[in-house]
């Protein structure tokens, strides 16, 4: 069993930058692979970014890319989604989801564990 748990998020302006940060727990995390979605309010829930712990391998959507980084920090167990160049359109609710799996994906119904998620809000 695993656990995540996101934290950081909130309001900043367009342009800005924001952290947020997911923190695993209950099993080896050199095992996982961890992904964050994200979902806005009548849309469908979409895929951000994913890091293989044990690789380091990331990649992120094409709506992203360029401007969020994931990365991780083995001491703490936790992987971070620096987010740089903020749009309102990046407005949703972030979700940090992991799985046990050596197969690295984009779908989210591969992923088994999933955190509450946190609001990501950008202004205009």
């Known amino acids: 069993q695993v656990q995540v748990t996101e934290s950081g998020g909130g309001l900043v302006q367009a342009g800005g930058s924001l952290r947020v940060s997911c923190t695993a727990s209950?099993?080896?995390?050199?095992?996982?692979?961890m992904a964050w979605f994200r979902q806005a309010p009548g849309k469908e829930r979409e895929f951000v970014a994913y890091?293989?712990?044990?690789?380091?391998?990331?990649y992120y959507g094409d709506s992203v890319k360029g401007r969020f980084t994931i990365e991780r920090d083995n001491a703490k167990n936790t992987v971070n989604l620096q987010m740089n160049g903020l749009k309102p359109e990046d407005t949703a609710v972030y979700y940090c989801?992991?799985?046990?799996?050596?197969?690295?994906?984009?779908?989210?119904?591969?992923?088994?564990?999933w955190g509450r998620g946190t609001q990501v809000t950008v202004s205009s």
């Open positions: 989801a992991a799985a046990s799996t050596t197969i690295t994906t984009t779908r989210p119904e591969r992923y088994r564990y």
């Open positions: 209950g099993r080896t995390t050199s095992t996982l692979l």
């Open positions: 890091l293989q712990w044990r690789t380091g391998k990331t």
